[in-house]
């Protein structure tokens, strides 16, 4: 069968040049990253950026290289995600966190300046907390620790159900429309992307529902959600009030997927972190409204000298 979205992934265009692989020194999995170095010599911390479920290192397309003009910007895919090996096992928060400090030590960097988005926000979070002494400050996009347990619905229940889950995302295999059809709820509006993002999402959303590792380590990651949360997000609670790393939040003020009420209730708990509403996005203010974002991460960078 000749299909194209069976074909490698191809990085965004810009991105390309900074694209490589990595073996990790202790897990030993192979890892796709792209590796921007600044372009004036900085004795600022890198930037590790940290993309949510289902996405890729190239959710970073439009931030990468405006914030790369100071410092070095590493953006990785995720083991199970994108272009690095998805290898067959329970994908918890745990397994997320050995790897990134696995990537840092690969990278022999000592201190990192953390970004996260979605579900990288919930990595970034915990690490941020779990190991202060190796992150310089936290930016969280549209994804943290919540201050409030989330609502476990019946929708949810039966997506999350073994087959009936696969099942509904083989069912987008062969159906391209549909495929992309079903990103429209991470965006304020999909139309007012540009013609290039649209056409990159189209193909990447349809590569994506053609991988069978990716789909058994999406819904890993949701079935070890719930359980890890339960377990680990008390104890989290009383460590974010007292976290000594500068913290910027940044939330689309019209995000469907992890509601903006969540964003207040971290602020409320962390006084200190300094939230930003951005109008017209939805949950992917990067791709969306991406020059407030890295202004808001450039204020943030400078108001502190790591």
Not at 124 to 132: F, N, Q, S, V
Not at 148 to 169: G, H, N
Not at 200 to 220: E, H, I, K, P, T
């Amino acid at each position: 069968m000749n299909n194209k979205y069976l074909q490698p992934m191809q990085p965004w265009p810009s991105l390309a040049p900074y694209a490589r692989i990595v073996q990790l020194d202790k897990s030993r999995l192979r890892l796709f990253i792209f590796d921007a170095e600044g372009k004036a010599r900085s004795d600022k911390a890198p930037l590790l950026l940290i993309h949510g479920l289902g996405d890729e290192a190239d959710t970073w397309r439009h931030v990468v290289e405006p914030l790369a003009q100071d410092r070095r910007v590493i953006a990785l895919d995720l083991p199970g995600f994108g272009r690095s090996d998805k290898p067959r096992r329970a994908y918890s928060l745990a397994f997320f966190n050995d790897i990134i400090i696995d990537l840092l030590d690969t990278l022999a960097i000592s201190k990192a300046s953390l970004v996260g988005h979605s579900l990288g926000g919930i990595i970034a979070h915990t690490l941020a907390l779990d190991c202060p002494h190796r992150f310089t400050d936290l930016t969280l996009i549209d994804g943290c620790l919540s201050p409030y347990p989330q609502k476990v619905t019946l929708s949810m229940v039966v997506r999350l159900l073994p087959f009936v889950a696969e099942r509904y995302y083989n069912g987008l295999r062969g159906r391209p429309d549909a495929a992309y059809a079903s990103l429209s709820a991470y965006y304020a509006d999909m139309t007012k992307l540009q013609a290039d993002d649209r056409a990159f999402l189209y193909d990447r959303v349809n590569q994506r529902v053609w991988s069978d590792g990716q789909r058994d380590a999406y819904y890993s990651v949701l079935r070890q959600m719930p359980a890890w949360m339960a377990r680990h997000n008390r104890s989290h609670l009383n460590l974010i009030a007292a976290s000594p790393l500068p913290t910027l939040v940044i939330w689309g003020r019209e995000d469907r997927v992890v509601p903006i009420a969540v964003a207040e209730a971290l602020v409320a708990l962390f006084p200190a972190a300094h939230l930003l509403m951005v109008p017209g996005s939805g949950h992917m203010p990067h791709q969306e409204q991406p020059q407030q974002v890295v202004q808001a991460m450039k204020s943030h960078i400078s108001s502190f000298h790591p």
